[in-house]
């Protein structure tokens, strides 16, 4: 099972610079993307039995390139084959090089594909959907699976996202930095889902927090100065720390405030620290920044009294003036009820309700908040029209708790 997971981390690793390869030398995006999967499911058939090539990028384009030269003359005619059995023998750079010697990946491929994947005619869903498949190298059964839908449901979205990209340039955009928040939100909202997942049984899906976290290292690998890019990966860093505190031995939900601080990857918290330190002191912080400042006061505070819930709510002043989104909002009400009481904190929510009133989250936090007040029979309506609303059986199940106990 080690080895399994070894050539599975391996592989995703090598997936979108195979990918780049193919598609910088044939183009046709959606039939090479189809050509590296099956190179992809090649190679964890053989390689955890076989052992692993001694150029696995290498054995990769090989056999994926041959794939899609296949593909790409079963549709032609036989003079159009023949024209075109030149333009198909990959050139040298492609090829696996002589044995005992390897050669470095484009840099900027998995860059550019992320670009690609983030094509702006796309749906978000359909970016996040083509990222995972092409740049994580995830088959679309494990997409799928991720997002608890069927097969053939997400097949079809990954197609249609293929065929509107299918004639785009390879090459970094000559919009990149207009391109790139696109870029970072996608991972953002990948990171999100499986941190706290939408709906299903389970309160995280570890795999795709974990893929994002992969991807946003390459891509701060890549921009090693952009401060938003650091902050991001600081910003996963910090939150995943928290993530074996987060559910109890059955996958119940346990808040924030009740975890047990022991369990979180003290790592992380460094790493992410560290980044975001950084970032900050490279001038005016974005979004990113922000949020992951925010993320290690919470983490750098010795127990749930010791935060320091003033700093927390100037840098939430600070991140609403930016991005005045009603997630923001909901999240700076928190930080003013911990500083000026649940009272200020229920008035700061009356703002949210046309934005936020679908979800779950605003009965959530005027439940806790109605509660802190002493009215339990109305913190208790709030609890049960939240726990009404959400599809995560976990958060569910919290929100029905926290109702139960106020029950006369």
Known sequence: MHRTDEVEDLLRRNAPQVLGALVRRYGHFDAAEDAVQEALL???????????PDNPRGWLIKVAARRLTDALRSEAARRQREERAAALTPRDAFTAPPP?????????????????????????????????????????????????????????????????????RF???????DR????????????NEGYTATSGAALQRRELAGEAIRLTRTVHR????????????????????????????????????EQDRARWDTAAI?????????????????PYQLRAAIAAVHDEAPSAE??????????????????????????????????HGPRAGLGELDALA?????????????????????????????????AGKTLSLPEQRYLQARAARLRP
């Open 42 to 52: 090649a190679a964890a058939g053989q390689w955890p039995s076989a052992g692993v």
């Open 270 to 286: 460094e790493e992410g620290v560290g980044l975001v330190t950084r970032a900050l002191s490279g001038g005016r912080p974005g």
């Open 222 to 257: 890549l921009l090693p100065d952009d401060g938003e890019v650091a902050g991001l990966l600081a910003l996963m860093l910090l939150t995943d720390a928290r993530r074996e505190a987060r559910t109890g031995p059955h996958g119940e939900l346990i808040p924030l405030d």
């Open 180 to 191: 790139l928040p696109a870029v970072l939100h996608t991972l953002y909202l990948i990171f």
């Open 171 to 177: 090459g970094r955009p000559d919009d990149w930095t």
């Open 100 to 168: 005992g010697t390897d050669r470095g990946p484009r840099e900027d491929d998995t860059l550019t594909l992320l670009f690609l994947c983030c094509h702006p005619g796309l749906t978000p869903p359909a970016q996040i959907a083509l990222t995972l498949r092409a740049v994580g190298g995830l088959t679309t059964a494990e997409i799928a699976r991720a997002h608890l839908v069927p097969e053939p449901t997400m097949a079809q979205r990954i197609s249609r996202a293929k065929q509107k990209v299918r004639r785009a």
């Open 354 to 386: 046309d934005d936020l009133g679908t979800g779950h989250r605003l009965d959530a936090v005027r439940g806790h908040l109605l509660e802190r007040t002493g009215e339990h029979e109305a913190a208790r309506a709030a609890y049960e029209s939240a």
């Open 306 to 339: 010791a935060t320091d819930w003033r700093e927390i709510l100037g840098l939430y002043d600070v991140l609403v003036r930016l991005v005045p989104g009603p997630v923001e909002r909901l999240n700076r009400a928190v930080a003013v009820a911990m500083v």
